[in-house]
């Protein structure tokens, strides 16, 4: 049986919304956040030498990487192309592996400089210097990270315009891909959203695939 080390509120949890969408059965092998950094516990690196989530164990071998894992699982048990595109479709390919490598290498960038800013801002230090890690903290926000989010904000929406889903009119694994950079924005930048993204999220948390993967790996919340 498929075996999936998940790291609660993290990227592993499109992995359980994977194979719940594909139909097979795993294990969930769950680990928790240090409640003060909110990394990932040293026991993921007895797993991997990396210590992250996700990693999956399929016959004999562990998988990481979000994206390699997807595709991994999508070439073993989506012969059928249910969730991808079949190799008729030249234009859905593309869109397909535009968004697959989208999530991670140019959607996450900014929004995980938008979480490390923001923790600066409320993070524990002595007064005195406090004042001034916050006005670095804002000027680095306001002048660079906050633009180049919303910049990738505004062209996924306008994308996500143009069809359904985001490899065509019919949902893939590229949505699950993309989902969790699309939640975390909604959770940590609702101002910088717009409306197709906003509706793409609701459409996603009503798959029921979807709930059974939250299901199976415990609470899911992206704005702590």
């Keep these: 049986m498929i075996r999936v080390h998940h790291l609660e509120n993290s990227r592993s949890q499109r992995v359980l919304w994977l194979l719940e969408e ?24 007895d797993v991997h030498p990396l210590g992250k989530a996700p990693i999956v164990e399929l016959e004999g071998r562990r998988l990481v990487e979000s994206g390699a894992i997807i595709e991994a699982l999508i070439e073993r048990f ?29 959607a996450m960038p900014p929004l995980l400089l938008w979480l490390v800013f923001s923790r ?22 306001q002048t660079f990270i906050a633009p180049q989010l919303q910049t990738h904000l505004q062209y996924i929406d306008r994308e996500l315009g143009a069809y359904q889903w985001f490899a065509s009119d019919r949902f893939t694994a590229a949505d699950i891909q993309m989902s969790f950079p699309l939640e975390a924005a909604v959770a940590r930048a609702p101002d910088l959203v717009g409306p197709n993204i906003r509706r793409f999220v609701e459409r996603i948390h009503a798959r029921p695939a979807y709930l059974r993967a939250v299901e199976a790996g415990g609470p899911f919340e992206l704005g702590r």
């Design 22 to 45: 594909l139909g097979q059965p795993y294990q969930v092998v769950r680990y928790a956040r240090d409640p003060k950094t909110m990394l990932a516990p040293r026991e993921l690196r």
């Design 78 to 106: 989506d012969t059928e192309h249910a969730i991808s595109p079949g190799p008729e479709d030249e234009d859905e390919r593309l869109r397909y592996r535009q968004w697959l490598h989208c999530a991670e290498g140019s």
């Design 120 to 141: 600066l801002r409320s993070a524990s230090m002595p007064f005195f210097v406090k004042p001034v890690a916050r006005g670095i903290a804002d000027k680095v926000t």
